[in-house]
């Protein structure tokens, strides 16, 4: 397994959490807001809470966006989490309409086009991961197995990268994955064992 993984901080994400998560599994985080710090890391995490438009600008302005384009193109492994996740998409319609990474085909839509109008948003809690085939980032968790998710957007259009989703009203996209790129729209860093797990199989990758 990789000793090493590299979070990106760009102002916005939980990088507290994450970096403990990676020591509970043995693996050394190192934090930066350098983007020349990416063409030297092995594997990258992209973290992110709040607001998809606010995020993107955030990581533009950083120069983080096209340094993470660019290692994704090497074969780098990189996983985004949550708003994370979603970043990596070619677009948001929250609160308007934002450009992404464009390192996975779909758009980022909100729950309450597709989930009925008496469930809670956002959508806060644990729910069992429906696996869409095999993928190693699962490797060492079972079909079923929960995860903690906070989010009020999901990915839409995205079929053919969707690697596991989660049922909410409606089966919303729970994670993703095209080639070295992958997502995940819950936690790991507070799902317990079950995302220790998941983030052990990504450091393997």
Not at 16 to 27: E, M, N, R
Not at 84 to 102: C, N, P
Request: glycine share 10%; charged share 20%.
């Amino acid at each position: 397994m990789s000793e090493t993984v590299t979070i990106i901080d760009y102002g916005v994400g939980n990088l507290f959490s994450l970096k403990s998560s990676f020591a509970a599994i043995g693996v050394t985080a190192t934090v930066t807001a350098d983007p020349a710090d990416l063409e030297k890391a092995e594997r990258i995490i992209l973290p992110g809470v709040g607001a998809f438009g606010d995020a993107a600008e955030k990581l533009r302005v950083c120069g983080m966006a096209d340094a993470l384009k660019t290692e994704a193109a090497k074969g780098k492994p990189i996983m985004g989490i949550c708003l994370g996740m979603q970043m990596l998409f070619d677009k948001s319609f929250e609160y308007g309409e934002h450009e992404g990474l464009g390192l996975i085909k779909g758009e980022i839509r909100p729950i309450s086009d597709v989930i009925p109008k008496d469930l809670k948003i956002p959508h806060i809690g644990w729910n069992a991961l429906h696996m869409k085939g095999e993928h190693p980032l699962f490797r060492y968790i079972k079909p079923n197995d929960c995860v903690y998710f906070v989010h009020s957007f999901y990915g839409a259009d995205c079929d053919d990268a969707v690697i596991a989703t989660a049922e909410y009203g409606a089966e919303l996209t729970a994670a993703v994955a095209s080639g070295n790129v992958m997502g995940c729209q819950f936690h790991p860093e507070k799902s317990g064992p079950v995302g220790l797990n998941i983030l052990k199989a990504f450091c393997e990758m």
